[in-house]
């Protein structure tokens, strides 16, 4: 039987690979949107597969796509977080009058 490919499996992979990738070099919390478009797809995909598994070829590149998704996701809050704490340093520092807080 000829197998198709699975639609949306090179996207998925794709939107995997920009969540991590972005995440680490420039654009943290905007990677989580790469992220949540991955794991859409990667849903949708999987549900395409389950209907009819003999119709398309085996889904590694929607299971490889949906890790990178999870850990550009983690990564992007873990930026987010620290995103936000060196902000809450900086506008402490601004509202101390250039001191440095002791009072934490």
Known sequence: MNQQ?????STVLTMGILATVGSLIC???????????????ANKA??????NPELYEDYG???TGRILSYIGLALSIIVLILYIAY???????????GEFPTDF
Do not use: R
């Not at 999987?46 to 209907?51: A, F, R, W």
């Not at 902000?87 to 009058?97: K, T």
């Open 27 to 41: 654009c943290g919390p905007f990677a989580a949107i790469f992220s949540v478009i991955g794991l859409v797809q």
């Open 61 to 63: 590149n929607i299971k």
């Open 46 to 51: 999987e549900k395409l597969y389950q209907e």
């Open 5 to 9: 490919k699975l639609p949306g499996a």
């Open 87 to 97: 902000f809450g340093f900086i506008m402490a520092v601004i509202s101390n009058n």
